[in-house]
């Protein structure tokens, strides 16, 4: 009985070790926001422009993610730029992107409540129970792969776009990134379902490569072909993300009606030993009762996860990276056809604006979401709006498993 207890010793060690680094990683991040900020007020107070510069240059005012203002100066249209070279005009400081005003100290960061890694964990949970319910309704996974390669085939009417979305036709398999993401997964309902189908699709298709076109060419559009369509195209999903924002994937998890309860339970070893002990009395208490939570706190961290299973055994709770639905703004951009250049071409280069990376940079800023004065579509996918015409880029209301259902 010594060496349990030895172990048991440990591992009580190990969670207050592990209470103490959460602690001193908020005080380590809180410590390097505060230099940062310092840095970046510094370097704010050494940029001087010259006159020279400040006649013919101009700035970008945007929004950065968080929000708040940025201004972008010292840029200079291409074709004055040799002009300005050539006399010299000079900038002292670094031209970098304007900073918030030091007098408002350093902005404070809010720790997230999962870490990269557990995001990681239990998104790739909710693409692996995506996938097994494109398994179960193949009709919707005919939509999702046709929803992918629509605006692919018809850029001139939905325009183009280099945001991530919920497939990658040019990726690998996905089975493998899976398991590296969360090494549970083999335990989940949903894993076993595409399993099973990935079992019974090894045992019917042929052999070799080379029979693989006469085989399907053979079979059943409605039954075989479609129900192999599901499962390949659930290989493609890209769902694994490293922090809580909005998620394409959202869109399939919509259309598929997924309820992740049947495919994800709260326990120690998927949820309650990735988090920090205050975040386990939080869940309990929102979960269950106030109540029920109050003892949590006087426990060692060990004994707080057990007690939390225990106590949510019963209770359909999800974290909230589990069941979030909102989708992510898509932009996108217009093609150009060469004579078109008044319509939508930059009025300092002779370039079309066809490209991705040239038609973005002179973009940026310079619309408002879901407007088309620039070629710039904001707008939301399960947005639903007027039909389109040529040279705007509409969102696409995402069919459901009940429309389809109901279509049929």
């Not at 902005?107 to 097994?132: G, I, Y």
Request: hydrophobic share 40%; charged share 25%.
């Amino acid at each position: 009985m010594r060496l349990p207890q030895k172990l048991a010793g440990k591992l009580e060690a190990l969670s207050e070790d592990d209470e103490s680094a959460y602690e001193e990683a908020d005080r380590l991040d809180a410590e390097i926001e505060r230099v940062n900020a310092a840095i970046v007020a510094l370097e704010s107070r050494a940029l001087v422009w010259d006159t020279q510069q400040m006649a013919e240059a101009g700035a970008f005012v945007i929004i950065d993610p968080q929000g708040k203002l940025l201004i972008e100066r010292g840029l200079v249209r291409r074709e004055n730029s040799a002009a300005l070279d050539a006399t010299g005009a000079t900038v002292t400081g670094t031209p970098q992107a304007e900073a918030a005003d030091p007098a408002d100290g350093p902005v404070p960061r809010t720790k997230p409540v999962h870490s990269a890694k557990l995001c990681q964990r239990l998104t790739a949970h909710r693409t692996v129970a995506v996938h097994a319910e494109m398994v179960a309704q193949p009709a919707v996974a005919l939509a999702a792969l046709l929803r992918h390669l629509v605006p692919q085939a018809l850029p001139e009417h939905y325009g183009y776009t280099s945001a991530r979305d919920y497939l990658a036709l040019s990726g690998d398999n996905n089975r493998d990134s899976l398991l590296r993401a969360a090494d549970d997964l083999p335990t989940s309902a949903a894993w076993n379902a595409v399993e099973a189908q990935r079992a019974r699709w090894t045992a019917e298709l042929p052999a070799k490569r080379a029979d693989l076109l006469p085989w399907l060419a053979k079979q059943d559009p409605g039954t075989t072909l479609l129900d192999l369509l599901a499962f390949c195209t659930g290989t493609l999903l890209d769902g694994i993300a490293g922090e809580e924002k909005p998620q394409a994937i959202s869109a399939l998890a919509g259309a598929l009606n997924l309820d992740m309860t049947r495919y994800w339970t709260p326990t120690r070893a998927t949820y309650f030993h990735h988090v920090s002990k205050a975040r386990i009395g939080e869940v309990v208490s929102v979960a269950v009762s106030p109540k029920v939570a109050a003892d949590l706190g006087k426990m060692k961290k060990v004994d707080a996860a057990a007690a939390a299973e225990l106590r949510l055994a019963k209770v359909a709770w999800l974290p909230e990276i589990l069941t979030d639905t909102e989708i992510p703004v898509t932009p996108s951009w217009e093609a150009h056809d060469d004579d078109d250049g008044e319509a939508g071409a930059d009025e300092h280069d002779t370039d079309t604006g066809n490209g991705p990376d040239d038609a973005q940079e002179d973009d940026d800023g310079a619309a408002e979401p879901g407007t088309d004065h620039s070629g710039i579509n904001n707008t939301a996918y399960d947005v639903v709006v007027s039909p389109a015409t040529a040279g705007t880029q509409p969102p696409w209301p995402f069919p459901t498993a009940a429309g389809l259902a109901h279509a049929s």
